[in-house]
């Protein structure tokens, strides 16, 4: 017997009485592990550049620290899809998160030697735990019935909300905690990483069981087992074949760029117009608020009205918040506004986008379809983001901001195409 079918033969597919029972049960352990887990990234990644800067002398090179991290939450998408596919969602978020805690513990040797080559290796793989917690939301949708498969994925970036906003808050007890010792203090919120990520992947090793891939897997029937079927190549003609997964692939992409984007160079636009850290402070958080708090909202308004209703807005939330935001010309509640709905925004597309992927395509596929998803995704926010900056010093804010308006017109425009020619019903299910 392969290791493959050995994994398979010891997941037996539960009676469908059962799985109402089990999809809370999964989803309970998913919101806890999101919880816990999305706090390390936001712990640390805000002084990645000040650790830069210090490792390297100068702060030419200090963004790169950040851009390392989404560089690795890139790369590992693939190899972490291919794990999951081969052997459940269990073993591949346990796989990310350790390859998290070694990134983490690599940053923290790399500032005690005064390493930047070592940091740079750190923080890439330091974004292994980023691509879990983008993993943990398909995780949910797993096991759960079409029409609330948007609900599903909400509450599990609902979840990270608590990490979002609470991280940064955390570092500067993180750093100071390490006061006195060997360990540099600009590295100390790396250390309690770890311990999050450590912590994080002991909860989904001990208690995510029965494994949610291999039990929908299971429940699939033995036609859809076959390893040609659960290819990444097979993920690939998935999407080829699938208008509708080809918009949510775009949507998602679309979506988080034009987030990122905007966002990255907003606290220097406020800068500008002389606003203080405080105030920075505030907007981000508002604008972190919109992209987590209201994601149930967006999950339950996918459910009934149809994923591609709330594609639709989407694309016209961002397109908002791109005017606001872009002629605000110093008015700060104005700024504020606009960094709110496009969070809002980001919220709708990542969960209807990423719901009706999992609509799209078979379920075999799915998994590495998902991390296709992301792959592109991180790709796509990467260079959007080092763009930005670019952006920003020769054409302004203003024009950034009518860029990331404009990267939503193919995306808005295959929306209404798709609805015309695959259309979906009130729950997201083709007709």
Not at 151 to 178: D, K, Q
Not at 310 to 339: D, K, M, P, R, Y
Request: glycine share 10%; aromatic share 4%.
């Amino acid at each position: 017997m392969s290791a493959t079918a050995a994994v398979r033969a010891r997941v037996a597919a539960p009676d469908a009485s059962e799985l109402p029972r089990l999809q809370r049960r999964i989803s309970g352990v998913l919101i806890a592990s999101q919880m816990i887990g999305s706090l390390g990234v936001p712990i640390s990644i805000a002084l990645a550049p000040v650790l830069a800067t210090e490792i390297s002398g100068t702060e030419a090179l200090s963004g790169l620290a950040s851009t390392a991290s989404v560089i690795g939450t890139a790369l590992v998408s693939l190899p972490l899809a291919a794990l999951m596919t081969a052997r459940g969602r269990r073993p591949g978020l346990v796989v990310a998160y350790a390859i998290g805690t070694l990134g983490a513990v690599l940053v923290v040797l790399a500032a005690s030697v005064k390493s930047f080559p070592l940091l740079m290796l750190g923080m890439a793989a330091f974004g292994a735990a980023s691509s879990a917690n983008l993993q943990a939301r398909f995780a949910a949708a797993d096991l759960a019935a079409p029409d609330r498969r948007a609900r599903s994925i909400s509450v599990v970036v609902w979840a990270s909300t608590l990490g979002a906003v609470l991280g940064p808050n955390l570092s500067a007890p993180a750093s100071s905690s390490f006061a006195g010792t060997s360990i540099p203090q600009t590295a100390g919120p790396f250390v309690w990483a770890a311990a999050v990520f450590v912590l994080t992947g002991t909860l989904i090793a001990v208690f995510l069981r029965p494994d949610p891939l291999l039990t929908a897997r299971a429940l699939a029937g033995p036609a859809e087992q076959s390893r040609q079927s659960r290819s990444l190549r097979a993920g690939v003609r998935a999407v080829r074949a699938s208008p509708r997964a080809r918009l949510a692939l775009l949507t998602v992409a679309v979506s988080h760029t034009t987030m990122v984007s905007i966002m990255v160079m907003t606290p220097v636009d406020l800068g500008h117009h002389g606003a203080g850290l405080k105030l920075v402070g505030l907007v981000i958080s508002g604008h972190i608020a919109g992209m987590f708090a209201f994601s149930p909202v967006m999950g339950w308004l996918a459910d009934r009205l149809g994923r591609l209703s709330v594609i639709g807005l989407a694309a016209g939330l961002l397109s908002v918040a791109a005017l606001l935001a872009g002629t605000a010309h110093g008015n700060h509640a104005q700024s504020a506004a606009g960094l709110f709905l496009l969070g809002l925004g980001w919220s709708a597309g990542m969960v209807a986008g990423s719901a009706l992927l999992t609509d799209s395509v078979p379920q075999p596929a799915r998994a590495a379809v998902q991390g296709l998803s992301d792959l592109t995704m991180n790709t796509a926010a990467g260079l959007g983001g080092a763009a930005s900056g670019l952006v920003m010093s020769q054409a302004g804010y203003g024009w950034l901001n009518a860029i990331g308006a404009a990267l939503l017109l193919p995306m808005a425009a295959l929306a209404l195409f798709t609805s015309r020619r695959h259309p979906v019903t009130a729950k997201g299910v083709s007709s």
